[in-house]
């Protein structure tokens, strides 16, 4: 399979076999597409000559992969809810700002315990394990947040085997002393941001109801500048409401911040869910952005953007990719009372409790439903150049927006696919810079 598309007046194949990237010119990309071609013989010589050479070199209509997914009843990970309270309310937020549709109410440090024993038990030959500490606002339970990096550490090393850490906060109740601690024991931090002061609090407001950008951007900005060369991102969501997100982003960059995700909202509220209709201005938004993405690297100022990222030679392996995300299978998340999840957009969701941590066994139905969900099973797939690095969407938001876990929601997909071909382009002038 190939995909052959332009951005601006630059023409691309992309083999999907090979996974290789070519620039050609409009007369190779027409006669690909199976367009009609108005070029002398001369042209069309050349064009049907580069493209005989592609083929014989195997980058051009390259057999599929006959890599299967890898799968492992080894656990890796695990979502720890520490906090099912929240001391925002962001009118988009998923978990129902926070309580899950259900009380408030904060983790044990026994519960936390149990989920590592949990963890500890079942990750099989695995050396490195993973924990997100996860809320609504983890820092509303710091105190366990600390006694389970402490105890997890502890643990993993009498069996040869190491955590990394990682935290998602909104940066309310930010301080030094959390600063340090995170500087000292998270892989990666996550810090919710949405761009403009009047973009953010639209929807990111505290419990009296204010907007709480002035609130957080300061402790933000100073958690960044002590973090050094270790892992963050801030995370923005743009909405209905702000289609021009390019500007969030930009915003973001100009403040200091070099790590930026900005992800589409996931809701059902009418005036900031994403429509089909908004999508052609999405679409020329990324490009917006794309543009000055790439006029920004090229002048010593980029940045990085998390969904123009890819690496179509050394990335994760195919076999990985083909095996879609490890939700239900090996990863899982933990809610207050111990109940297991097969990620935190599942939780509380009673049709997928999976167990609990003090009981230690799973509901192996469920499991193997996640088990056997892989980019083969998401028939829609297959004729999608996108595939092998979406690698078929995410499992919640197929079944939240279509009832089934294999089928792949598609404004999703929309999006994915402008966005790999915006990250396509960024890595085709970035080979062209260096050249």
């Known amino acids: 399979m190939r995909h052959v598309f332009s951005y601006h007046e630059k023409y691309y194949i992309y083999d999907v076999g090979s996974g290789s990237l070519h620039e050609c010119d409009e007369a190779t990309a027409k006669l690909l597409s199976g367009e ?3 070029i002398g013989s001369g042209e069309l010589s050349s064009a049907v000559s580069g493209i005989r050479a592609l083929r014989d070199a195997g980058l051009l209509d390259a057999p ?4 299967r997914p890898v799968k492992s009843h080894d656990i890796k990970a695990l979502c720890l809810h520490v906090s099912h309270d929240c001391n925002l309310r962001c009118r988009y937020c998923f978990a129902d700002e926070g309580a899950y549709h259900s009380a408030r109410e904060v983790m044990s440090f026994e519960t936390a315990k149990a989920a590592i024993d949990f963890l500890l038990r079942n990750s099989g030959t695995r050396q490195v394990l993973e924990v997100d500490f996860f809320g609504g606002e983890p820092l509303m339970n710091l105190g366990v947040v600390k006694e389970t990096v402490y105890y997890a550490k502890r643990e993993a090393a009498k069996l040869g085997k190491k955590f990394l850490f990682t935290t998602t906060t909104n940066g309310l109740l930010l301080d030094d002393e959390t600063i340090e ?4 024991e998270m892989e990666n931090v996550v810090l919710s941001l949405d761009g403009r002061k009047e973009v953010h609090d639209a929807v990111r407001k505290t419990v009296s109801g204010k907007g709480s950008f002035d609130a957080v951007i300061g402790k933000i900005k100073k958690f960044v500048k002590a973090r050094g060369d270790k892992h963050y991102y801030v995370r923005g969501t743009f909405t209905a409401n702000n289609l021009d ?17 900005m992800e589409p909202v996931v809701t059902d509220l009418d005036d900031l869910q994403i429509k089909e209709e908004h999508l052609p201005v999405i679409e020329r938004e990324y490009e917006t ?5 790439v006029k920004r690297e090229r002048e ?6 998390f969904h123009f990222q890819i690496d179509l030679e050394g990335g994760p392996c195919l076999a990985k990719r083909v095996s879609a995300c490890g939700a239900g ?5 933990v809610v207050p009372c111990g109940d297991i999840y097969p990620c935190h957009q599942f939780a509380g969701d009673k049709d997928f409790c999976m167990g609990n941590v003090f009981e230690g066994v799973l509901d192996e139905t469920i499991r193997d439903k996640f088990a056997a969900s892989s980019l083969f099973t998401r028939e829609k797939c297959g004729d999608c150049f996108a595939k092998y690095i979406c690698s078929g969407g995410c499992s919640a938001n197929n079944y939240h927006f279509t009832g089934d876990i294999n089928k792949p929601y598609e404004m ?4 994915m696919k402008k966005r790999i071909e915006c990250a396509m382009h960024v890595l085709a002038m970035r080979k062209s810079s260096e050249n």
Request: glycine share 6%; net charge negative.
């Open 245 to 261: 997100f390019s500007k969030d982003v930009l915003f973001l960059a100009d403040n200091g911040f070099d790590s930026i995700s």
């Open 412 to 415: 999703t997909c929309a999006m």
């Open 36 to 38: 009609p071609v108005c």
């Open 300 to 305: 010593g100022r980029g940045f990085l953007f």
């Open 181 to 184: 601690f995170f500087n000292e």
């Open 329 to 333: 299978n090996e990863y899982f998340s």
């Open 64 to 67: 599929e992969t006959a890599v």
């Open 289 to 293: 952005l794309c543009d000055e993405y």
